[in-house]
Each structure stands twice: as C-alpha cells, then as structure tokens.
C-alpha cells in the first residue's frame, strides 16, 4: 500500500511540473523589415522570465536574450532570423523551460522586368536606351507570380493612371519603370531599374536589323554560360550589357559556335549586342 501511495504521489509530481512548463508561440514567418512577437500560451504567470535564442544550423549554446525577461518577446526579422526561441522561467524554486520555436523569414525571387524579342524594339548601347519603331509598341512584363500586389507602372517619375497590371504596353518615348510586392508580403514593394525608351523613326537602320538566321543563342534563360551559334562573316564581336546599360563582358566571335560564361554575373536580364563590319542585332538573356 505505502508503496503505491508513493507512486501515486510521484506521478502527480510529475503530472503538475509538466502542467506548469510554458508554452510558447509566436510569429515564425516575418516580412523584411517587420518585427514579430513570440509569447507564453497560457494566462499563468511566473516570478521570473528569461528568453533564449540559437542560431539552428550551428552547434553553440542557447543564449540568453538582453532585456527579454519578460512573457512576450519581440523579435526583428533581420537579427533573429533561422534562429530557435525558448524561454526559461522560474516559479519559487523550481525552473522550467519551455517548447522551442524557429523563426523564419519570406525569401523570394528578385524583381524582373521582361520583354520578348522583337525587330521593333531594341537596345542602342550607345545611347544607353531602348529603340521603339515609329507606330509600333511592346510589352513589358514583371514576373508574377511572386510579384502581384500593390503593382505601379511609372513614366518620367509620375504613376501612370491605371497601369496597375503585370504586364503594361509601351507605344512612347520616355523613361519607365515599375513597382510591385509579393502576395506573401504586399508592403514590401520592389522597384526596377528605369528603363529608358526612344522613338525609332529610321527602323532599317536600327540596331537589330539583322536577319536572326545569321545567328542562334542557347539554352536561354542560362545559368553559367549560353552559346552563340553565329555567321562569323556577318558578326565578328559581341558586347554584353547588364538592364542600366553597363557593359559587363566583351569579347570577338571566332568559332561559329561560341560559349561565354556569366558565371561571375548576379541572376538577372542582360543584353547581348552582335556586331559586324555594317550590322548588329542585340537580344534579352536571362541568366537564371
């Protein structure tokens, strides 16, 4: 009999120290430049509070937090991120520790404006501008999905009126440009590079009047390196562009099959400009 007594009294020992460990929860996913708060579950208060944090990918100890003594604790999304909470409290004199959580934050794509390749709209790197054939228009695209909210096309600085969709056609001169967020995070807006645009009343002389039989680019998009299959008594030199009209690599055409390497390059849209004795064509590459 005594010794079931004692075994009841440890089990209710057990029972009520597992009754009195706190419970945490909080906001594990944060937006850039948001905070998040992380709290105790339940309405029962303790003498003491002091929360924790790691790093989850490293083996270091859990460190205690300056200032966080108390039964909330608000977090940067910057400081804090992939980092492991607990909180560890005390009641008379018994300590107890809580649930761990991991705190997290949106990482997404980054911001592109695309366009498909046409006759009637290309790049002159020596104006550092787009060409537009007199009468005509092209389409500008953002990448959406992720990027589908709060969307604002821009002409000369001023929002134009009713360019709130992913894709907005161009028909004039001047120098655009677009924002957007993630649906996932709608104020964390991200704006492209201007792009400036230039009406093109001469098209035969235009940049890009070649035949595209002359030449062939692959695998487009790329990742570290594209080949251009090329008529090397057509063009003879290429110069490649990043989307503000810096020239970021240069080199001569040889070989009817040539491979250039980007692999020192961020992710993103460039400008490949074949030239010859008497033309050149420049077309959009995307280095994923």
């Given at each position: ?195 400036p645009v230039q009406m093109n009343s001469n098209c035969q002389l235009a940049v890009g009047d070649s035949s595209k039989k002359d030449f062939t680019i692959y ?70």
């Amino acid at each position: 009999m005594k010794k079931q007594v004692l075994t009841l009294a440890l089990f209710l020992i057990g029972f009520l120290s597992f009754a009195q460990a706190p419970t945490i929860s909080g906001d594990t996913m944060l937006c850039p430049w948001t905070d998040g708060t992380a709290q105790i579950t339940s309405s029962q208060t303790y003498d003491t509070y002091q929360w924790y944090y790691k790093y989850w990918f490293l083996d270091d100890e859990y460190q205690a937090i300056d200032g966080a003594t108390g039964p909330t604790f608000t977090y940067d999304w910057y400081t804090y991120d992939q980092s492991l909470f607990k909180v560890v409290v005390t009641s008379g004199a018994t300590t107890y520790e809580s649930n761990t959580i991991q705190i997290d934050s949106w990482n997404w794509t980054s911001f592109l404006v695309m366009y498909e390749d046409a006759e009637n709209f290309t790049f002159d790197p020596d104006t550092q501008s787009f060409l537009l054939c007199d009468g005509t228009s092209v389409t500008m695209s953002i990448n959406n999905p992720p990027y589908s909210e709060n969307i604002q096309w821009f002409k000369n600085d001023e929002p134009i009126d009713g360019a709130n969709q992913p894709s907005y056609t161009i028909t004039s001169a001047g120098v655009y440009k677009v924002s957007a967020a993630p649906s996932v995070c709608p104020n964390n807006s991200s704006t492209s590079l201007e792009f400036p645009v230039q009406m093109n009343s001469n098209c035969q002389l235009a940049v890009g009047d070649s035949s595209k039989k002359d030449f062939t680019i692959y695998p487009n998009p790329a990742n570290n390196q594209f080949t251009v299959k090329a008529n090397t008594s057509v063009f003879n030199q290429y110069f490649l562009f990043d989307m503000t009209g810096k020239k970021v690599g240069q080199g001569a055409l040889n070989q009817s099959e040539q491979t250039i390497s980007i692999a020192n390059l961020e992710s993103g849209i460039y400008l490949i400009s074949l030239k010859g004795e008497n033309t050149s064509t420049t077309h959009k590459i995307v280095k994923q």
